[in-house]
């Protein structure tokens, strides 16, 4: 089933956003959870990642930055991103997968949410 991400929207330089990633049943389920973004002309990218053992990784461009968390009696995880960036600019997407597996593992991939960041 898919994963509904939802909190994005036009925040300016130096702004706070989070993001939500709603699961239909328990997210302990899934081996994991990760955040992905695409920017307007770029590759999709992984940005971070938290495992069902409350591992959690992080892209470089994002650490200090960006905290993944889990709320089990919600059935979401969160990208609570601060300090945000012009270069943050993206459609964020999460889907369900190893960690430390490649992208194209990943499934139930939600639709995205606009994240626009811009004075």
């Known amino acids: 089933a898919q994963l509904v991400e939802s909190g994005g929207g036009l925040v300016q330089p130096g702004a706070s956003l989070r993001l939500s990633c709603a699961a239909p049943g328990s997210i302990l389920a899934y081996r994991g959870i990760g955040w992905f973004r695409q920017a307007p002309g770029r590759e999709r990218e992984g940005v971070s990642c938290l495992s069902s053992d409350d591992q959690t990784y992080y892209t470089d461009s994002v650490k200090g930055r960006f905290t993944i968390s889990r709320d089990n009696a919600k059935n979401t995880v969160y990208l609570q991103m601060n300090s945000l960036k012009s270069e943050d600019t993206a459609v964020y997407y999460c889907?369900?997968?190893?960690?430390?597996?490649?992208?194209?593992?990943?499934?139930?991939w939600g639709q995205g949410t606009q994240v626009t960041v811009s004075s």
């Open positions: 889907a369900a997968g190893m960690c430390h597996g490649p992208e194209a593992d990943f499934g139930s």
